[in-house]
T-cell receptor, first 110, second 113 residues
Framework: GDSVTQMEGPVTLSEEAFLTINCTYT??????LFWYVQYPGEGLQLLLK?????DKGSNKGFEATYRKETTSFHLEKGSVQVSDSAVYFC?????????FGAGTRLTVKP | NAGVTQTPKFQVLKTGQSMTLQCAQD?????MSWYRQDPGMGLRLIHY???????DQGEVPNGYNVSRSTTEDFPLRLLSAAPSQTSVYFC????????????FGNGTRLTVT
């Protein structure tokens, strides 16, 4: 079945470092891809999305490109801040079925 | 704009007790769902609904019941709580279709002793 595999954490970076969180997917159809962020004690919030191959989603300095040839949707940010510390989830959606990765915890130290 | 509202935020139950987790959305979304979140396992789908009067099972439905009498509300019932149901529960909603993201509530942290 459809599934998402993302980089296991935790990831610890210094402020202003470059961030990559890897995400690959398996899908029989043509999924839309999403990144969600979860801050402590809160629900998941949509960070960005891409709905077809070669689309780039971006928000708050984060970017991810839908790569059909490598079935990937890696999350990147050029310069992380302490406020980016959170858990990040990659997800795919086909019809109404949304599947999530296990989540990657990011800690950014000043 | 409230979005998705879940109550309660925290709950402690004894084994065998029953309870209902409430979920309401004010975005007129057709699709609603319940997930549980456990450490290292991401989110797993319990039940979902594509409209009033229609519900279906997700990945981990055992021990849970749902109903959808209105578009706005989608309660989750635990009939006889077990320690294995200790988890954080999230309700989510969206418009129908591939491109629509899920909107999440803030979760209910349930402990079963």
């Amino acid at each position: 079945g459809d599934s998402v595999t993302q980089m296991e954490g935790p990831v610890t970076l210094s402020e202003e470092a470059f961030l990559t969180i890897n995400c690959t997917y398996t899908a029989t159809g043509y999924p839309s891809l999403f990144w969600y962020v979860q801050y402590p004690g809160e629900g998941l919030q949509l960070l960005l999305k891409a709905t077809k191959a070669d689309d780039k989603g971006s928000n708050k300095g984060f970017e991810a490109t839908y790569r059909k040839e490598t079935t990937s949707f890696h999350l990147e940010k050029g310069s992380v801040q302490v406020s980016d510390s959170a858990v990040y989830f990659c997800a795919l959606k086909v019809d109404n079925d949304m599947r999530f990765g296990a989540g990657t915890r990011l800690t950014v130290k000043p | 704009n409230a979005g998705v509202t879940q109550t309660p935020k925290f709950q402690v139950l004894k084994t065998g007790q029953s309870m209902t987790l409430q979920c309401a959305q004010d975005m007129n979304h057709e699709y609603m769902s319940w997930y549980r979140q456990d450490p290292g396992m991401g989110l797993r789908l319990i039940h979902y609904s594509v409209g009033a009067g229609i519900t279906d099972q997700g990945e981990v439905p055992n021990g849970y019941n749902v109903s959808r009498s209105t578009t706005e509300d989608f309660p989750l019932r635990l009939l006889s709580a077990a320690p294995s149901q200790t988890s954080v529960y999230f309700c989510a909603s969206s418009r129908q279709g591939d491109n629509s993201p899920l909107h999440f509530g803030n979760g209910t942290r349930l402990t079963v002793t």
